[in-house]
């Protein structure tokens, strides 16, 4: 009779507790998915994956770590459409985006060096830059 009652007692705290527990702990999507303007275009990475992401003329150029290799994909698509999707990445030339999570140093004044790849940093983008 006393595990009838503690049953019909705790069940509900029980059920209630998952249901919020759930909805208060947010789900983050590590994954990222970006398209061009082909349907065929599509590359799902891993946002800690992503390196950078630099201008092709109609293309961008989409750098990445793909088991330890660097590798890259090309995209039909603009570099403002990437940088209005991703939020994340900063701006450090008029052609290139980066991750700032791979940003290891400066090698000089116009240029850094990411995970794998070094890139220009043009003179209006400096100070936002070293902001970071």
Request: with cysteine.
């Amino acid at each position: 009779m006393i595990i009838l009652k503690s049953a019909l007692i705790s069940t509900p705290i029980i059920v209630l507790a998952r249901i919020y527990g759930v909805t208060l702990i947010p789900a983050e999507d590590e994954n990222i998915i970006m398209r061009g303007e082909n349907k065929l275009d599509i590359l799902k990475i891993r946002k800690d994956d992503l390196i950078c992401v630099s201008n092709s003329q109609n293309y961008v150029e989409i750098f990445f770590i793909d088991g330890g290799e660097l590798k890259t994909k090309l995209l039909r698509s603009t570099l403002k459409k990437i940088q209005n999707d991703f939020d994340f990445l900063v701006q450090v030339h008029r052609s290139h985006l980066i991750n700032p999570s791979h940003f290891k140093a400066w090698k000089n004044q116009d240029t850094i060096s990411l995970t794998q790849i070094e890139l220009p940093v043009s003179k209006n983008y400096r100070e936002h830059l070293l902001a970071l």
